[in-house]
């Protein structure tokens, strides 16, 4: 998991976002072939849920960021 972090860490955010939406269709047709037939390990939806989790925390944390930063106080 740390070297994942440390991949996250590099993406830009335009490649977070589409990364999201490829991950968000790959869990779509995981459901449904699972809903069709049992795939061999389920486990592999919880993954993708929690890796789509991360790739979201990791583009929201880079926006709060961006907000604090771009705030005036004065």
């Known amino acids: 998991m740390a070297k994942e972090k440390a991949d996250l860490k590099s993406l830009s955010e335009v490649d977070l976002q589409s990364r999201i939406a490829e991950e968000e269709v790959r869990l779509k047709k995981l459901k449904f072939g699972h809903a069709v037939s049992p795939i061999e390990n389920p486990m592999n939806i919880r993954e993708l849920r929690r890796d789509i989790a991360r ?8 926006e709060r960021g961006a907000n604090t930063n771009n705030v005036n106080h004065g």
């Open 55 to 62: 790739l979201k925390t990791e583009l929201r944390t880079r």
